[in-house]
Nanobody
Framework: QVQLVESGGGLVTAGGSLRLSCAAS????????MGWFRQAPGKQREFVAA????????DYADSVKGRFTISRDNTKNTLYLQMNGLQPEDTGVYYC?????????????????WGQGTQVTISS
C-alpha cells in the first residue's frame, strides 16, 4: 500500500514556474510506477507525465512536453514535477498517482493509488 500527499501548488503569473512534490509513505514506492494528472474545472482528468520505477523511462503529454519535467527520488520516497513556462491552460488540480505494474500508463483508470491533489492557478 502506498499513500500519497502532494504539495507545491499555488498561484503564479503566466511564464512562471512551480515545482510540485508528492511524498509517498510505505516501502513500496520504489516498486511503483508513478504519474501526474490534472483536472481543470468542468473537464476530465488528463494525463500529464509518467515515470518508471527506476526513472529511466518517462512519458509526457504533448501539451507539456518541453516545459514540464517529471522526476523521482526513491531514497526520499518523493515524486516531483518541475513546471516551467506555465500558461493559464495549465490551471487545475494536480494529482500524483501510482501503479503497481512496470509499464507506464496514460490512463487514469490504470492507477492504484492517488493523492488528494494540489491546486495550480496560472493568471494571465
Amino acid at each position: 500500500q502506498v499513500q500519497l500527499v502532494e504539495s507545491g501548488g499555488g498561484l503564479v503569473t503566466a511564464g512562471g514556474s512551480l515545482r510540485l512534490s508528492c511524498a509517498a509513505s510505505g516501502r513500496a514506492f520504489s516498486f511503483t510506477t508513478m504519474g501526474w494528472f490534472r483536472q481543470a474545472p468542468g473537464k476530465q482528468r488528463e494525463f500529464v507525465a509518467a515515470i518508471s520505477r527506476s526513472a529511466e523511462v518517462t512519458d509526457y503529454a504533448d501539451s507539456v512536453k518541453g516545459r514540464f519535467t517529471i522526476s523521482r527520488d526513491n531514497t526520499k520516497n518523493t515524486l516531483y514535477l518541475q513546471m516551467n513556462g506555465l500558461q493559464p491552460e495549465d490551471t487545475g488540480v494536480y494529482y500524483c498517482a501510482g501503479r503497481r505494474t512496470t509499464f507506464l500508463s496514460r490512463n487514469f483508470g490504470g492507477y492504484d493509488y492517488w493523492g488528494q491533489g494540489t491546486q495550480v492557478t496560472i493568471s494571465s
